[in-house]
């Protein structure tokens, strides 16, 4: 986290010297969850390409990663894709929310007089 870039954070995470946290199998999906969902409410050139994907599948293309991206075999869980989907349908709901409140004569989400 503390990392000044993102290539070095990803050194500092492969690094198998540093020990990871004891929680880390448990805790590692809602880490990446919160990462992503950061990310693309932060960069909205980024959340662009995510929304304007559609419905299609999203798969990390890797061969060297079982449990992020498809894995050698092509057989892997695809977490990263799989987040990656459920943060585009998280977004679009959010987007659709906000203009569902901004529609309100008073924008505040309701009608007025109540």
């Known amino acids: 986290r ?3 870039t993102p290539l070095r954070a990803a050194e500092l995470g ?3 010297s540093t020990p990871l946290r004891r929680d880390w199998e448990r ?3 809602d880490v990446m969850r919160c990462a992503v969902a950061a990310k693309f409410r932060a ?3 980024i959340r662009h390409i ?3 994907t559609g419905d299609e599948e999203i798969v990390e ?3 060297t990663d079982h449990y992020w991206g ?3 075999t092509g057989n892997g869980k695809n977490m990263l894709g799989r987040i990656l989907v ?3 349908h998280q977004l679009r709901t959010e987007l659709a929310e906000h203009a569902e409140h901004a529609e309100t004569p008073d924008g505040d989400g309701r009608r007025p007089g109540r």
Do not use: F
């Open 27 to 29: 805790v590692k999906d």
């Open 2 to 4: 503390r990392a000044r």
């Open 86 to 88: 459920r943060t585009r």
């Open 61 to 63: 293309d890797t061969t």
């Open 70 to 72: 498809r894995g050698r």
């Open 14 to 16: 492969r690094d198998s």
């Open 43 to 45: 960069h909205a050139d």
């Open 50 to 52: 995510l929304l304007s």
